[in-house]
């Protein structure tokens, strides 16, 4: 049995090394106890972070802001309430990202969870490599899309010809001319099937499609707003949020696509005449998670609110763009079952309503 004296020593040493590990390690890390209060953080977390040695003792809530995760307390709560260790991706103000690991710090003995230890491991060359991915993704798909588009509608036409040609009386006198009329019959044919064949793989599944996942809405927000942030400083424009929901399932690289279309036609068309205001809203309505992006631009005139959601249409043709933003954004929507609104008078600003369907 280990004397008194013998135990202090173990413990002291015990709390060296802790203290040596926190102290050495490359990665970010924190430890909060089960009253969420930030005890500990390594050296790195200190840097990564903006944390100085008198935050040690604070509550988490006072020193949350530091870590542009909005639900970093109700995640720690979640962890310690169930004792289930949580992954999610961050991304911090220098736009770095971060695999973001809440580990439970169990006792044993006491069979409890008193605490949680956060990591973050660094993953920003990954994520900037499936971005690059992803636009050349998209291009591929919008190539598919179009090629499609535009060789259905005159394959339909020549379809037609055909069948009214065929119904002419006394074609066999023409000699080869029904056997010709079958060649270019049988060529359509093949030529449609191709069309089938190349948006059937547009729409298959492979390593790289987008996959719904929970996801922190402001997290994305924010990432948006960083890419435009130069656009949003040109124009002096000022984005407010109200966001009732904070958590959304959906594919992260088709919200952040959808969100940037949103904001950087606020942007494009905001007004002369006011400072430009963007407000975001979420929230819930029946079976969906509604996202709101008003504006007090320039507005759309009703003749303009469904010609806009259509391939190469644009409001002003003076303004910058290609018109297939709002084309694309329907579709992604469409493809999982979600739909987009537009409410907008000339001169009077627009507000679009994204319409998420929730998870089954």
Do not use: C
Request: proline share 4%; aromatic share 8%; no cysteine.
């Amino acid at each position: 049995m280990q004397s008194k004296k013998e135990q202090i020593s173990e413990l002291t040493n015990l709390n060296e090394e802790l203290e040596n590990y926190f102290n050495n390690t490359i990665i970010p890390q924190l430890f909060i106890d089960a009253d969420l209060v930030l005890r500990k953080f390594t050296p790195p977390a200190m840097k990564q972070f903006s944390l100085r040695s008198d935050d040690i003792g604070k509550p988490i809530e006072q020193v949350k802001e530091n870590f542009r995760f909005p639900t970093i307390v109700e995640n720690i709560k979640e962890v310690i309430s169930s004792g289930e260790i949580l992954e999610k991706e961050i991304q911090t103000i220098d736009r770095r990202w971060y695999q973001m690991n809440i580990l439970p710090y169990i006792v044993r003995r006491e069979k409890r969870t008193n605490g949680v230890i956060i990591t973050f491991v660094d993953i920003t060359p990954r994520v900037r490599d499936l971005r690059e991915l992803e636009r050349l993704i998209s291009e591929n798909e919008l190539l598919i899309d179009t090629l499609a588009h535009d060789i259905k509608t005159p394959l339909t036409a020549m379809e037609l010809t055909i069948q009214m040609l065929k119904k002419i009386p006394g074609l066999e006198r023409f000699g080869k001319f029904p056997e010709l009329m079958g060649y270019l019959d049988n060529s359509v044919k093949k030529m449609r099937n191709m069309v089938q064949e190349l948006m059937q793989s547009r729409w298959a599944e492979h390593p790289h499609s987008a996959v719904s996942e929970l996801i922190d809405f402001q997290n994305i927000l924010e990432d948006v707003k960083l890419t435009l942030a130069q656009q949003i400083s040109e124009a002096g424009a000022s984005i407010k949020y109200q966001l009732d929901v904070s958590e959304v399932f959906f594919a992260r690289r088709n919200l952040r696509s959808i969100l940037y279309n949103l904001i950087n036609n606020s942007l494009k068309y905001r007004s002369p005449h006011r400072p430009l205001v963007v407000t975001i809203k979420t929230y819930v309505k029946e079976n969906f998670t509604v996202i709101s992006v008003k504006d007090n631009g320039i507005g759309i005139s009703q003749e303009n609110q469904q010609r806009i959601f259509n391939k190469f249409q644009r409001v002003k043709s003076s303004i910058e763009g290609n018109g297939i933003g709002l084309y694309l954004v329907r579709e992604l929507l469409h493809g999982s079952g979600g739909d987009i609104s537009l409410s907008s008078e000339k001169g009077e600003g627009a507000e679009f309503k994204v319409f998420l369907k929730h998870a089954p």
